[in-house]
């Protein structure tokens, strides 16, 4: 099984739904993070989380949400999708206390694309 | 952010070694050079990273200048499997707010590896 899971993996919706995308691990990691990737823009962090009780907003939060059920779950929210938030999303974690001085290596899952009519 | 420039692609033949580039020569000297590589359909995965001296771990190794404001990331030898984009990320250690965390991908440097 992966370290970092989430579903699904594939989604197409309309204009206006709520979509939530899970994440779930297994490593063990207080640290977990969503990212969006599109063509051309790299990867950007929409919201990170330290611990159950710490979240805390990325660069592109507006028109998310999150909520940390655990510390081995992190799901996002789209209250009201719309057509620019069709991307890849991918959920990570790390643990800054491995990996040596500086790393804080990330563990990302295998991306969930979503497409919004 | 201090920014990144590798080459848009790359070749290589299967089991040669490969020597792909980064220059960064606005870093820091709280920058971390980490390198993730994407695989087809997967999510990045974390290669290597060094701060001033070069580095190898079980996946490659990391060759860093001495002014520090280029480096090299080093595959032995290349397998098919090492086709990836392969993106080098510069890291504030001391990045707080709404920069934790932030990693700027860029374009990266897709290696494609012939058999």
């Known amino acids: 099984d992966a370290d970092v899971t989430q579903t699904p993996r594939n989604r197409i919706t309309k204009t206006g739904k709520r979509i939530m995308l899970e994440c779930s691990q297994t490593k063990g990691h207080d640290r977990m993070y969503w990212y969006r990737q599109d063509p051309g823009l790299g990867l950007r962090l929409i919201y990170y989380s330290f611990d159950v009780k710490d979240i805390n907003k990325g660069e592109i939060s507006d028109g998310y949400s999150v909520s940390r059920q655990a510390q081995a779950k992190f799901s996002l929210s789209l209250e009201s999708a719309i057509p620019n938030q069709t991307a890849l999303y991918f959920c990570?974690?790390?643990?800054?206390?491995?990996?040596?001085?500086?790393?804080?290596?990330?563990?990302f899952g295998a991306g969930s694309r979503l497409t919004v009519l | 952010d201090a920014k990144t420039t590798q080459p848009n692609s790359m070749e290589s033949n299967e089991e040669e070694p490969v020597h792909l580039p980064c220059n960064h020569s606005?870093?820091?000297?709280?920058?971390?050079i980490h390198w993730y590589r994407q695989l087809p359909s997967q999510g990045p995965e974390y290669v290597i990273h060094?701060?001033?001296s070069n580095v190898n771990n079980r996946m490659a190794s990391l060759a860093i200048a001495e002014d520090r404001k280029s480096s090299t990331l080093i595959l032995h030898r290349a397998t098919l499997r090492d086709a990836a984009v392969y993106y080098c990320i510069l890291r504030d250690l001391n990045a707080g707010g709404t920069s934790y965390g932030k990693l700027t991908f860029g374009q990266g440097t897709i290696l494609t590896v012939h058999p």
């Open positions: 990570a974690t790390s643990d800054p206390r491995t990996g040596g001085t500086g790393a804080n290596v990330l563990t």
């Open positions: 606005t870093i820091s000297g709280t920058d971390y």
């Open positions: 060094g701060l001033t």
